[in-house]
């Protein structure tokens, strides 16, 4: 089964690798570790009830585990592969497809792939504003020659 534990958001990965060291050092029945990055104070276990409760036994940043066991169903487009990664470089030229600069285009000037955000500073403006957006919102216009 698969279980939600509640986390302090920006604890997750502390919380995970934490659980992790003491699952395998007591031999507990904990198969498999998840914190998806869209779900923020969240993660999720795969094992028995009983060992996910020794196993989050006073390590801190957490704040409960939900004992109704959570479906693959529900989580599975959290850990499925993303789709086609987009090529950026310094210096491209992009447009903003969604959220507040929707239809600004600008040039890249930091692109961060682990992160999938990238800063660009918009060039419809009189004074350059560096803008970091997530990838998903900017669309490639022009290659940096």
């Known amino acids: 089964m698969i279980y939600a534990v509640k986390t302090v958001v920006g604890r997750e990965n502390i919380v995970l690798e934490a659980i992790a060291a003491k699952a395998k050092a007591r031999g507990l029945n904990v198969k498999a570790l998840v914190h998806p990055e869209e779900i923020k ?3 999720f276990i795969e094992g028995d009830i009983k060992d996910i409760e020794k196993a989050i036994q006073m390590i801190p ?5 939900i004992k109704t066991p959570v479906k693959v169903d529900e989580i599975r487009r959290f850990l499925e592969p993303r789709k086609a ?3 950026l470089n310094v210096g491209d030229i ?3 497809i969604g959220g507040p600069f929707k239809g600004e285009r600008g040039k890249v000037v930091r692109y961060d792939k682990t992160k999938r955000e990238t800063t660009i500073e918009l060039l419809e403006v009189s004074v350059p504003i560096p803008v970091t957006v997530s990838v998903e919102f900017v669309k490639l216009v022009e290659k940096k020659k």
Do not use: Q
């Open 61 to 65: 940043h957490i704040r409960g585990l």
């Open 94 to 96: 992009v447009e903003i």
């Open 85 to 87: 990664e987009i090529e």
């Open 41 to 43: 104070g969240y993660i």
